[in-house]
């Protein structure tokens, strides 16, 4: 819990130090919900996470990705939200370095055999959803993909995400597709 609380304030950090005018895509009714874009939201933000969450366009505009840190240096960890201070809906992945390193090309699968690397996805209701609770399967889990990874300090980070998320409390799901992320990796 604590390393989500971290994972939080330092995209809440990066957000407000980093504001600016986005032409992102948002809600025609002015609200903070996520909007519908048909899939193809041409609008993105300079650093984002996006995915379609049950049909639905979700564009997370304060992003970032964080490694090396000196308390945990064996996790990365991979997050974003709505915009600050509009913290949901979100998503927080904590990813174990593997023995190879982080390098582009490199999959993960996320479900309940991992309780090291895993997603969690706050939807704008305060559900989470989360790797964990999710059935291994060759359908379920989330799978990511880095796509580009430079191994310096710092640089973008890219990659691409997919597959299902479970409620611990029930067996309500939901469906990923899509995801994407262009984000900058601040250490």
Do not use: H, W
């Not at 090396?68 to 913290?87: E, H, I, M, R, T």
């Not at 090291?116 to 799978?143: C, E, H, M, W």
């Not at 430079?150 to 409620?167: A, C, K, N, R, Y």
Request: charged share 20%; hydrophobic share 35%.
């Amino acid at each position: 819990m604590k390393k989500v609380l971290l994972i939080t304030l330092v995209l809440g950090i990066f957000s407000v130090a980093c504001k600016k005018e986005t032409n992102t895509a948002t809600n025609p009714n002015g609200n903070n919900n996520p909007v519908d874009t048909g899939g193809n939201p041409t609008n993105l933000p300079p650093y984002y996470i996006y995915a379609k969450i049950n049909g639905q366009d979700v564009v997370l505009k304060a992003a970032n990705f964080i490694k090396d840190d000196p308390s945990n240096p064996q996790f990365g960890y991979l997050g974003g939200f709505f915009d600050f201070p509009n913290k949901i809906p979100s998503f927080q992945f904590q990813l174990k370095r593997p023995s190879t390193g982080f390098a582009d090309g490199l999959t993960m699968v996320l479900d309940e055999n991992d309780r090291q690397s895993f997603v969690n996805y706050t939807s704008a209701t305060l559900n989470i959803f989360k790797s964990t609770a999710t059935p291994a399967s060759d359908t379920s889990g989330i799978r990511i993909t880095f796509t580009k990874f430079p191994s310096d300090s710092g640089g973008i980070i890219e990659g691409v995400f997919s597959g299902t998320l479970q409620l611990e409390e029930s067996e309500a799901t939901i469906i990923v597709k899509g995801g994407k992320f262009k984000v900058p990796s601040l250490n």
